[in-house]
T-cell receptor
Framework: AQSVTQLDSQVPVFEEAPVELRCNYS??????LFWYVQYPNQGLQLLLK??????LVKGINGFEAEFNKSQTSFHLRKPSVHISDTAEYFCAVRQTGANNLFFGTGTRLTVIP | NAGVTQTPKFQVLKTGQSMTLQCAQD?????MSWYRQDPGMGLRLIHYSVGAGITDQGEVPNGYNVSRSTTEDFPLRLLSAAPSQTSVYFCASSYSGGLADAYEQYFGPGTRLTVT
C-alpha cells in the first residue's frame, strides 16, 4: 500500500518570497507522483507530475518539484510566490500500472501581501 | 469537451434520506472514481471503476453504492444518508492504459453535501 505525508498543514509566506511545500511518500513498489492545486471552492487541477526520467519536474504557474528516491520525497517549490498562489496543495502517489491515487492531507498556502 | 461534470453543486439532506450524485465525462475515459474531501484528511477514495460493468471499493466505501452502465456515467448513491457523510464529493476520470497521459486524473468541480 502507498501513503503520503504532508507535514505542513498551513504555510504562510510573504509575496515574492520563495516557498517549499514538503511531501514524503511510502511505498514498497515504484510509483508516480503528483501535485494538485485546489483554489477556493473549486476542483483539483494538476500542477505537475513525475513519471520517470529527470528528477526535476517543472509544472504550471512557475512551480517545480524534485523527486528524491533515497529520501522518498517530492517537495514542491516556487522561487517567488504571488497572491494568486493562495490555495490548498495536495501531493498524491499512484502505483505504476495502477489507477488509484492516494492523497496527502494537503497544505494550505497563504500568500501575505 | 465539457470534461468531468457533476450535479448537483450543493445538496442538503436529512438523516435517512437517499440521493444520487451524478458524474459524467465526455473524454472516453475507462477509469472513473469518487473521492470525498474532509478538512484535514485530504481526499479519500470511495469507489472506482475501470470500465462499464466493473466497479470496486476504495478506502471508505461504507454507506455508498455505485454502478457503471456506460463509459460516460458513474453515479454515486447514498441509500440512507448520515451526518458523517457531510463532505465535498469529487468525481475524477482518466484513461487506463500505457499512455503517459493515462496517469493524469481529471477532476469535476465537486458536490458539497450537508446531512442534518
Amino acid at each position: 500500500a502507498q501513503s503520503v505525508t504532508q507535514l505542513d498543514s498551513q504555510v504562510p509566506v510573504f509575496e515574492e518570497a520563495p516557498v517549499e511545500l514538503r511531501c514524503n511518500y511510502s511505498s514498497s513498489v515504484s510509483v508516480y507522483l503528483f501535485w494538485y492545486v485546489q483554489y477556493p471552492n473549486q476542483g483539483l487541477q494538476l500542477l505537475l507530475k513525475y513519471l520517470s526520467g529527470s528528477t526535476l519536474v517543472k509544472g504550471i504557474n512557475g512551480f517545480e518539484a524534485e523527486f528524491n528516491k533515497s529520501q522518498t520525497s517530492f517537495h514542491l517549490r516556487k522561487p517567488s510566490v504571488h497572491i494568486s498562489d493562495t490555495a490548498e496543495y495536495f501531493c498524491a502517489v499512484r502505483q505504476t500500472g495502477a489507477n488509484n491515487l492516494f492523497f496527502g492531507t494537503g497544505t494550505r498556502l497563504t500568500v501575505i501581501p | 469537451n465539457a470534461g468531468v461534470t457533476q450535479t448537483p453543486k450543493f445538496q442538503v439532506l436529512k438523516t435517512g434520506q437517499s440521493m444520487t450524485l451524478q458524474c459524467a465525462q465526455d473524454m472516453n475515459h475507462e477509469y472513473m472514481s469518487w473521492y470525498r474531501q474532509d478538512p484535514g484528511m485530504g481526499l479519500r477514495l470511495i469507489h472506482y471503476s475501470v470500465g462499464a460493468g466493473i466497479t470496486d471499493q476504495g478506502e471508505v466505501p461504507n454507506g455508498y453504492n455505485v454502478s457503471r452502465s456506460t463509459t460516460e456515467d458513474f453515479p454515486l448513491r447514498l441509500l440512507s444518508a448520515a451526518p458523517s457523510q457531510t463532505s465535498v464529493y469529487f468525481c475524477a476520470s482518466s484513461y487506463s492504459g500505457g499512455l503517459a497521459d493515462a496517469y493524469e486524473q481529471y477532476f469535476g468541480p465537486g458536490t458539497r453535501l450537508t446531512v442534518t
